[in-house]
């Protein structure tokens, strides 16, 4: 799949493809934002019980600002995306290298319809951008997810889908609000600014407080992240008003 910068529908795939990098820029002094949010489509995942175990996170990060520091965090979401439980969070890490999160005695029960899904938690410094800027590369297996019930690929594992395991972090662009991973894009977590679950008049206010002001990369109420808080920002909330949101951590 295409990678195109963190923004919607990136995916947990079942293949790898061509490398690919996207980046995120946190904003000064926040704490536990998501970075990035990789989810399993609809169907990918088909039992209720995960069981217990160790599940493993490899992220290639291959650019990390000085004053960036970043987290893993597992997360199962109903169909719809809407956080069920999160399952773990990683202690932070920092720099550039290959990064491995580990996890031990992880277990999670719940829909056979949930999905899995990975974060990337950052907490930026009070820098310029580039001091709170990652770039993490994707759709390779430097950048994938074990889990209990996950078998190496390409062993196809019988309890997991129709195909074989998990190998990747990966990018896959959605166009249409038909689209069932529209729900997991950054774009609709961007979208809560208040960060609180849910989409309501405290967004709207939290971008009416900064209207029509220039602010700095990765602003919250940025919501269409263009350096400018104005009328595409508050149209970006306006469709989701009354519904829950997937949560920012």
């Given at each position: 799949?295409?990678?195109?910068?963190?923004?919607?529908?990136?995916?947990?795939?079942?293949?790898?493809?061509?490398?690919?990098?996207?980046?995120?820029?946190?904003?000064?002094?926040?704490?536990?934002?998501?970075?990035?949010?990789?989810?399993?489509?609809?169907?990918?995942?088909?039992?209720?019980?995960?069981?217990?175990?160790?599940?493993?996170?490899?992220?290639?990060?291959?650019?990390?600002?000085?004053?960036?520091?970043?987290?893993?965090?597992l997360?199962r979401?109903?169909?719809?995306?809407s956080?069920?439980?999160?399952?773990?969070?990683?202690?932070?890490?920092?720099?550039?290298?290959?990064?491995?999160?580990?996890?031990?005695?992880?277990?999670?029960?719940?829909?056979?319809?949930?999905?899995?899904?990975?974060?990337?938690?950052?907490?930026?410094?009070?820098?310029?951008?580039?001091?709170?800027?990652?770039?993490?590369?994707?759709?390779?297996?430097?950048?994938?997810?074990?889990?209990?019930?996950?078998?190496?690929?390409?062993?196809?594992?019988?309890?997991?889908?129709?195909?074989?395991?998990?190998?990747?972090?990966?990018?896959?662009?959605?166009?249409?609000?038909?689209?069932?991973?529209?729900?997991?894009?950054?774009?609709?977590?961007?979208?809560?600014?208040?960060?609180?679950?849910?989409?309501?008049?405290?967004?709207?206010?939290?971008?009416?407080?900064?209207?029509?002001?220039?602010?700095?990369?990765?602003?919250?109420?940025?919501?269409h992240?263009?350096?400018?808080?104005?009328?595409?920002?508050?149209?970006?909330i306006?469709?989701?008003?009354?519904?829950?949101?997937?949560?920012?951590?």
């Amino acid at each position: 799949m295409p990678g195109g910068g963190g923004t919607i529908g990136d995916k947990l795939l079942q293949t790898t493809s061509a490398p690919a990098g996207i980046s995120a820029t946190i904003a000064r002094q926040a704490s536990d934002v998501v970075a990035f949010a990789f989810t399993t489509d609809p169907g990918q995942i088909t039992f209720s019980d995960w069981g217990t175990g160790a599940y493993t996170v490899e992220l290639n990060v291959t650019a990390a600002g000085g004053q960036l520091g970043y987290k893993a965090q597992l997360v199962r979401v109903n169909s719809a995306c809407s956080t069920v439980a999160t399952l773990a969070t990683s202690a932070s890490q920092s720099g550039v290298a290959l990064k491995t999160f580990s996890f031990a005695n992880v277990s999670s029960t719940g829909s056979a319809s949930d999905r899995l899904q990975v974060r990337i938690l950052a907490t930026g410094g009070n820098g310029g951008d580039s001091a709170r800027t990652m770039t993490i590369q994707v759709n390779t297996t430097d950048s994938e997810i074990r889990a209990p019930w996950i078998t190496p690929s390409p062993t196809p594992t019988g309890g997991f889908g129709p195909a074989s395991a998990i190998t990747s972090l990966a990018v896959a662009g959605v166009s249409t609000g038909t689209d069932p991973m529209l729900q997991c894009d950054m774009t609709s977590m961007r979208s809560d600014v208040t960060g609180d679950g849910y989409w309501n008049s405290a967004d709207v206010a939290a971008v009416l407080g900064l209207f029509g002001k220039a602010v700095e990369t990765g602003t919250r109420a940025d919501v269409h992240p263009d350096g400018f808080v104005d009328i595409s920002d508050l149209a970006m909330i306006a469709g989701r008003i009354g519904s829950p949101s997937t949560p920012s951590s």
